[in-house]
């Protein structure tokens, strides 16, 4: 039983993590992509030695890591609990103001500073299950970073929880943050060795009971059009535009699918996410997504095929293309350890939280860590309408998800 008594932590750690600027770079060579994400993570570092967890620390590339010792006399599992500092590149993480809105009454959320930003109940369906909680939002200017500064806080807790009330029962628990996951790069410099988990939880979904065994497969494809710049007042007979030649590649892809704007469910999609250039040279950077890996290799196909049908209508022009694998489905590693994601569901089951298994139209930490040798399912952290100005978190769903990572702790001590 939960202690009743206990005063929780997470909104508070929340309302001061989020003011720390914490934006990766998908562009950036270095790691972690921004150097600003350390600021956070190092005091993380000292905030679990406050707490109790005295090895915690930061590594040279931005990984927290620490270890709250078992209390129990049998040889449990070793989990690890695991969270994001970073916050997406897609829109500004500076000067966060969040905004509590209390004892919420039902209908559209106009934020304060921006009054076209509005958090719509037609479009935030979850908003009906938050009548009477306390919602934080952003004041309109920037992101909130819920995602996935709600997981972290909320993982802050829960080892605040264990420490303070040793009657609970748990094995060794990890602490993991890490930065880059927004730039699909979180665990390229990790040491699972180190880390030293059997099994790990992320702590970045959104919804009430969501628990994700499954991800999108991902590739990104890179396509370079090569054109021929001249003076433009004597160009003719003269100058390939590569900018005309990109134009007619994008308008060539199809309308009505293969988009993130046409596609839901388990459908893949191809999705330029940047395009840069000069008449002389036009780059373009796409994401591929589908829940099947084989179907990654025909959308490139796709991509490459219309890519050579622009570069013909445009002669002398030429076209490099290439394809980069990302992550893969993790379904393929944690369909071998039921168990895992089990013991999540019984301490769903056992706080009256119902589990909604939904495949993840993205992919987590957890893709590339699982393939890593370290099962690694994705549990909500209360993350709304995130990578938007419109991003929420209310107050009751990160306390009830501090509940969730103690039972789960719970849960693996019983059954060791």
Known sequence: ?????????????????????????EDSTSFPSTEKQKTLSKD?????KGIGLSDAQMDEWGYVMATLPSNSNKNVPVIALI???DTSPAVTGANVKPVIHKNYRGGDIVLPKDSSQVIKVAENPELKDMIGYDIITTDGTTLLGADNKAGVSEIMDAVNYLMTNPEVKH???KVCFTPDEET????????????????AYTVDGSSRGEIETETFSADMAVIKFHGKNIHPGYAKGKMINSVKIASTFIESLPKDKLSPETTDGREGYVHCTNI???????????????FEATKLKEYESLLKNLAEAAVKKFPGA????????????????LDKYPFVAGNAVEAMNRLNIKPIFSPIRGGTDGSRLSFM??????IFAGEHSFHSKLEWVAVQDMELVVKLLVEVCKVWEEKA
């Open 373 to 378: 040798g370290l099962p690694t399912p994705n």
């Open 184 to 199: 699909g790069r979180g665990t390229e410099k990790i040491d699972l060795k180190k880390l030293g988990a059997q099994f």
């Open 171 to 173: 094995g060794i628990i």
């Open 276 to 290: 840069s250039g000069v008449e002389e040279l036009m780059t373009l950077k796409f994401i591929i997504r589908d």
């Open 44 to 48: 993380l570092a000292e905030e679990l």
């Open 1 to 25: 039983m939960f202690d009743g008594n206990y005063k929780f932590t997470c909104t508070e750690r929340f309302l001061r993590y989020v003011k720390y600027d914490t934006q990766s770079d």
């Open 318 to 333: 030429r076209m490099e293309f290439e394809a980069i694998e990302q992550y893969r489905n993790m379904k393929e590693i």
């Open 83 to 85: 969270a994001h500092v």
